[in-house]
């Protein structure tokens, strides 16, 4: 098995492509190992992993607030855990991210979803609910119960939304997806795998079934790529097929490598709480020892750049988040974030810029704010 797994991750590694906006995230569990792995696959892009701190005061952004003079916050809330978060569009504003209880989020690309909307809660642009959740929350169990009386999603304007993946310490799974107005929920119970693309799982789980690793009747090849559905079908035979071995992190990258090889990896161990990543641009795995990161209060805000030319264990590189470096991000993330070409160069950019820096200059300016 090992060496027909291994033939198949050098053939995938040289000959798979992809279309854009292709995630892939699993969550490797048993006994000893409690592992995630996430495949980022969409294009190269700039970006910042931040050590978040806990106990900062905070309120929401929706983009609403980004795009207009009305700055008034409708949420305050106040950090509760640490977090290492990989950020695209800026300090608070991340795509994934663990918190320092193990509690992991990932947002990744569905065309299906909508808009769930509570009149009695604040709206918060996307990205900050991923924050939001592990500021608050260190269970899947957490997260799912406060669903409904948390803040609504915001999107970007008239773009398709995503749906999340969650796990925890405990080796606790689930999905989050909004449809047609609701929030849809699956956990454990409901996910004979811990795994997500860029279909509904029920969709992708269902297809899966006729293949005969699952007892379907049509034989399963491994080096079918033509659809997005084919990553979670390797995915999903690899982990099926996972003998502990002491050796669970690297068969989480083979994992990812098997499936595609994203612009940003990440693999994390909860159980040491290590966190691996790569970037298409800067291929070497570096180490970030999440014990070891400093989330007090008075800590100043610290990121290292996606790309790094850090080798090693890189808790050392991390540098000082200043309002200025932040506005880089923001300035180079926002337009690919968006995918919208025009928005780069709009007047409405200019304000989002403008907005971004007064709502979190007083944070990043002073660690006792």
């Given at each position: 098995?090992?060496?027909?797994?291994?033939?198949?991750?050098?053939?995938?590694?040289?000959?798979?492509?992809?279309?854009?906006?292709?995630?892939?995230?699993?969550?490797?569990?048993?006994?000893?190992?409690?592992?995630?792995?996430?495949?980022?696959?969409?294009?190269?892009?700039?970006?910042?992993?931040?050590?978040?701190?806990?106990?900062?005061?905070?309120?929401?952004?929706?983009?609403?607030?980004?795009?207009?003079?009305?700055?008034?916050?409708?949420?305050?809330?106040?950090?509760?855990?640490?977090?290492?978060?990989?950020?695209?569009?800026?300090?608070?504003?991340?795509?994934?991210?663990?918190?320092?209880?193990?509690?992991?989020?990932?947002?990744?690309?569905?065309?299906?979803?909508?808009?769930?909307?509570?009149?009695?809660?604040?709206?918060?642009?996307?990205?900050?609910?991923?924050?939001?959740?592990?500021?608050?929350?260190?269970?899947?169990?957490?997260?799912?119960?406060?669903?409904?009386?948390?803040?609504?999603?915001?999107?970007?304007?008239?773009?398709?939304?995503?749906?999340?993946?969650?796990?925890?310490?405990?080796?606790?799974?689930?999905?989050?997806?909004?449809?047609?107005?609701?929030?849809?929920?699956?956990?454990?119970?409901?996910?004979?795998?811990?795994?997500?693309?860029?279909?509904?799982?029920?969709k992708d789980l269902t297809?899966?079934?006729?293949?005969?690793?699952?007892?379907?009747?049509?034989?399963?090849?491994?080096?079918?790529?033509?659809?997005?559905?084919?990553?979670?079908?390797?995915?999903?035979?690899?982990?099926?097929?996972?003998?502990?071995?002491?050796?669970?992190?690297?068969?989480?990258?083979?994992?990812?490598?098997?499936?595609?090889?994203?612009?940003?990896?990440?693999?994390?161990d909860t159980k040491t709480?290590?966190?691996?990543?790569?970037?298409?641009?800067?291929?070497?795995?570096?180490?970030?020892?999440?014990?070891?990161?400093?989330?007090?209060?008075?800590?100043?805000?610290?990121?290292?750049?996606?790309?790094?030319?850090?080798?090693?264990?890189?808790?050392?590189?991390?540098?000082?988040?200043?309002?200025?470096?932040?506005?880089?991000?923001?300035?180079?993330?926002?337009?690919?974030?968006?995918?919208?070409?025009?928005?780069?160069?709009?007047?409405?950019?200019?304000?989002?810029k403008k907005n971004i820096?007064?709502?979190?200059?007083?944070?990043?300016?002073?660690?006792?704010?």
């Open positions: 098995m090992k060496i027909f797994l291994l033939r198949h991750i050098i053939i995938f590694a040289v000959l798979y492509s992809l279309q854009s906006q292709a995630c892939s995230a699993f969550l490797l569990t048993g006994k000893n190992y409690n592992i995630i792995g996430f495949n980022e696959n969409w294009k190269t892009m700039p970006g910042m992993i931040v050590v978040n701190r806990r106990n900062v005061d905070k309120r929401n952004v929706s983009w609403q607030n980004l795009t207009t003079d009305q700055l008034q916050p409708h949420q305050q809330w106040t950090s509760k855990f640490g977090s290492v978060t990989f950020n695209l569009l800026g300090y608070d504003f991340p795509c994934y991210g663990v918190n320092e209880k193990g509690l992991f989020l990932v947002e990744l690309y569905l065309e299906e979803t909508s808009k769930v909307y509570h009149p009695k809660q604040a709206n918060m642009f996307w990205a900050q609910w991923i924050q939001y959740q592990l500021d608050n929350y260190k269970t899947v169990k957490e997260v799912i119960n406060h669903l409904n009386n948390g803040p609504n999603i915001d999107w970007w304007p008239n773009a398709a939304g995503s749906h999340f993946f969650v796990t925890d310490a405990a080796g606790n799974s689930a999905t989050i997806a909004l449809l047609n107005g609701k929030y849809r929920v699956l956990t454990n119970k409901d996910m004979p795998m811990p795994l997500l693309c860029n279909n509904q799982y029920q297809a899966a079934k006729k293949f005969d690793f699952l007892g379907g009747h049509e034989k399963f090849d491994f080096e079918q790529s033509k659809k997005w559905e084919d990553r979670y079908n390797r995915a999903y035979y690899m982990l099926k097929n996972y003998t502990y071995d002491k050796k669970p992190l690297d068969y989480a990258w083979n994992i990812l490598n098997s499936i595609h090889p994203g612009e940003w990896q990440t693999v994390i709480m290590n966190l691996y990543f790569r970037s298409d641009l800067k291929k070497e795995i570096k180490t970030i020892d999440i014990r070891k990161l400093d989330f007090s209060k008075n800590a100043a805000v610290k990121y290292l750049d996606i790309h790094s030319d850090e080798t090693g264990l890189v808790n050392g590189g991390f540098q000082n988040l200043t309002v200025e470096k932040n506005n880089e991000y923001v300035e180079k993330g926002f337009p690919i974030g968006y995918d919208n070409k025009e928005f780069a160069n709009s007047s409405l950019f200019e304000k989002v820096a007064l709502f979190f200059s007083s944070i990043l300016l002073n660690p006792e704010t």
